[in-house]
């Protein structure tokens, strides 16, 4: 029984695929769904700009880390003494 629905559901599926890949029927469905995916940018648009200026601002924090991790590791030796001497 069920793999007779499925059979027969095929031709309907393949039928409303050839109907999606038509260009009229493209353009139309871009020009309904412009306003919805306008309207949802615009109220997504804040927090764009701020997980862009917190991925900005990470990336500057981990970048100054291991500039201070290699001064670090450049003067372990001056630390290593510095230590010794108390």
Partial sequence: ???TLI???M????QCLDIL?????KTEIKSV???VIDIILYQINPY????????F??????????????LLMRNKNNLITFFKDD
């Avoid at 890949?21 to 029927?25: G, L, Q, S």
């Fill in 57 to 70: 601002l990470i990336f500057i924090m981990f970048l100054s880390i291991l500039i201070i991790l290699i």
């Fill in 1 to 3: 029984m069920k793999d």
């Fill in 11 to 14: 031709p309907l599926v393949q």
């Fill in 21 to 25: 890949k038509r260009d009229d029927i």
């Fill in 33 to 35: 769904f412009k306003p």
């Fill in 48 to 55: 764009i700009y701020l997980t862009i200026s917190l991925i």
């Fill in 7 to 9: 059979q027969a559901s």
